[in-house]
């Protein structure tokens, strides 16, 4: 599934084009795109492929096209401090782009089949906050993830205020799902080849909504022998943060603001000048005549005109290519970290505000 715009050659340009097709068209949704760069969840010697409107797949490891993410994050129509559950939560690319926008007071919890593939979503989400220049722009809830069946989660199981699936619903499960949402609740899942949006108006109500087609593979169901239980997913607490993690949150928001007001109206980025382009040209004799009185007398005189106009015109552009290929971003300043950095506190209690961040 995938493919309904161009191929990007990195994220922001993937972006780009997801903008341009309307497949993106929240601000808050166009903030988590770009600060998660979809190549860092492919394996290595793939990621060229990673910038591609298309589904992947390597053994266990998947990942949806990037127009169906597109879809899925505008349906669930996310806030901060929401509750989050993602079925199928593969590499926990989306639920990280989730915590970005729910932030550090939501509930953001990811089931996962296959233990290889958990393991590998939480070595993506170490990488992601040890080393992302985006980690330190956001308030973060950070995902956590267990092993087991989507349909075999505890009866007594929380509720959530948004719920994603990542696979290809039956009928006969739908109202399984529906259970696991709060009243007021959004639901985003592909049932019979078609994404839908499923909102809970009431106990008993729901309201529909088809988004776009799709083709998912089926929920894998839970093969079990004759009398055997399955075995039940207990979904992670609830729980409440610590007085420590509180104090974390709020002096890196007020740091954050801070920064963000003596920022306002400076240049963050800057350019280098392109360079100007000079064109090669030959002197060539040419005859021509002048009126000397009532004469008409031949003269030779010298004229400029582009040497192998064709090859001029192919040699501009392709230093017009250099010239954007040599445009020079500085780096930003990590504002926040230097602050972190200045306060008059142990090195201890530095490195944690700092989440033990090296960078």
């Known amino acids: 599934m995938g493919g309904a715009v161009s191929a990007g050659e990195d994220n922001d340009d993937l972006i780009d084009n997801l903008k ?50 597109s879809e899925v994050m505008e349906a669930l129509k996310l806030q901060p401090a929401l509750s989050f559950l993602n079925l199928g939560s593969g590499t926990g690319y989306l639920s990280t782009m989730v915590g970005l926008i729910i932030g550090p007071f939501g509930v ?31 308030e973060f809830c950070e995902p956590v993830f267990v092993v087991g069946n989507c349909l075999e989660i505890a ?15 039956q009928k006969d499960h739908e109202n399984y799902m529906k259970v696991l949402l709060k009243i ?17 108006t009431g106990q008993c109500t ?56 003596d920022s306002q109206g400076k240049e963050t980025v800057q350019r ?19 009126f000397v009185g009532n004469q008409l007398i031949p003269q030779m005189v010298e004229s400029e005109e582009e040497e192998h106009p064709e090859e001029a015109h192919k040699e501009v552009e392709e230093e017009e290519e250099r010239d954007i290929g040599d445009i020079e971003i500085l780096k930003q300043v990590n504002v926040l970290r230097d602050q972190i950095m ?8 530095k490195a944690y505000l700092l989440y033990y961040r090296e960078k």
Request: with cysteine.
């Open 108 to 138: 953001n919890h990811g089931v996962e089949l296959h233990k290889d593939v958990v393991e590998y979503a939480r070595e993506k989400l170490d990488d992601f906050i040890k080393n992302s220049d985006s980690f330190d722009k956001f």
């Open 272 to 290: 280098v000048p392109q360079k100007r382009k000079r064109r090669r040209c030959r002197r060539r004799r040419i005859n021509t005549y002048v």
């Open 206 to 261: 729901w309201e529909s909504k088809n988004i776009l087609a799709v083709s998912f593979a089926p929920l894998v169901q839970q093969s079990r022998a004759d009398g055997e239980k399955p075995d039940t997913v207990q979904l992670p607490p609830v729980t409440v943060r610590s007085l420590q993690d509180l104090s974390r949150i709020y002096i890196r928001r007020t740091l954050r603001n801070l920064a963000n007001e």
């Open 155 to 169: 009866t007594d199981s929380h509720q959530y205020d948004r719920i994603y699936c990542g696979a290809g619903v």
């Open 184 to 200: 007021g609740g959004i639901l985003v899942m592909p049932i019979e080849d078609q994404l839908t949006q499923i909102t809970r």
């Open 20 to 69: 341009e097709a309307q497949y993106i068209r929240t601000e808050k949704v166009e903030q988590a795109f770009r600060a998660i760069d979809r190549g860092d969840y492919y394996l290595d010697g793939y990621r060229d492929s990673a910038y591609k409107d298309l589904a992947w797949k390597h053994g266990n490891i998947h990942l949806s096209a990037p127009c169906i993410y």
């Open 342 to 349: 200045a306060l008059p506190l142990p090195e201890s209690l």
